[in-house]
């Protein structure tokens, strides 16, 4: 089959970056100006440890139970046994973050067009354009349209079903440094407010119920800058799930 034309739509894009790391949004602005035809554009994140900045209980929980993504953990993780099921308060960046991803799922909600939801460290990797185009065709091609497509990810789960060359059906993924979101996915997510888990988590539970139809583009088109528990500006609250932490 013939490659996706360079002038077929893409979404646009918006970056959640927070006011005090104006570093990251030149690091991942420069990165992005290099992909031709990529329109994006900054959103300020919510800071969760901005106290002035009130993030209400209703769209945001204060505590979560590790108990789903337990299950998960324990089966990809070496030693992912000590990781246990508890309940836990979310963390100030967690919520921040959490807070500002619904943001963006009401702006998605109130359009007709899907958004490609980026945070600032996300890293596009080789032929990312080129790939998007042909991922969205094979999107374009399936019966029943997504509600979300992860473009960066950490699979969690096996794959629910292939499609195209490179759609596979999500059960359970990680990360959100980047994610396509139609208008019927943020609808989904924000009927299931509030977030009481981190943001990641909240959306991969809905796809491992089959309240959220998840894919992914396999293998990612965008990496993370930094491993999970570094140089990351949000703490994870689950640190105190593992047995030994």
């Not at 901005?50 to 089966?75: C, H, M």
Request: net charge negative; with cysteine.
């Amino acid at each position: 089959s013939s490659a996706p034309s360079d002038d077929q739509p893409l979404p646009s894009a918006v970056v959640l970056n927070l006011k005090r790391r104006p570093d990251r949004w030149e690091s991942v602005k420069t990165s992005l100006q290099r992909l031709k035809g990529l329109q994006f554009e900054r959103v300020e994140a919510i800071d969760g440890a901005d106290l002035t900045q009130q993030i209400p209980n209703e769209v945001v929980a204060r505590t979560w139970s590790t108990a789903v993504n337990q299950k998960y953990v324990s089966r990809v993780f070496e030693g992912g046994e000590e990781y246990g099921a508890c309940d836990l308060p979310l963390t100030a960046g967690e919520r921040g973050c959490a807070a500002s991803h619904v943001s963006l799922w009401k702006r998605c909600a109130a359009g007709s067009s899907p958004l490609l939801v980026l945070e600032d460290d996300a890293k596009p990797k080789a032929g990312f354009m080129p790939r998007l185009r042909r991922a969205l065709a094979e999107v374009g091609a399936l019966q029943d349209a997504p509600d979300v497509l992860y473009l960066g990810y950490t699979q969690a789960a096996p794959w629910r079903g292939s499609f195209g060359t490179m759609l596979k059906e999500a059960e359970y993924v990680w990360t959100t440094v980047a994610y396509l979101l139609w208008p019927s996915g943020a609808r989904k997510l924000l009927t299931a407010l509030p977030v009481n888990q981190p943001v990641d988590n909240f959306m991969a539970g809905l796809i491992a119920s089959r309240r959220l139809r998840g894919f992914v583009v396999a293998p990612p088109l965008v990496d993370q800058a930094g491993e999970w528990n570094e140089s990351s500006d949000i703490a994870h609250s689950d640190e105190a799930a593992w047995a030994n932490s």
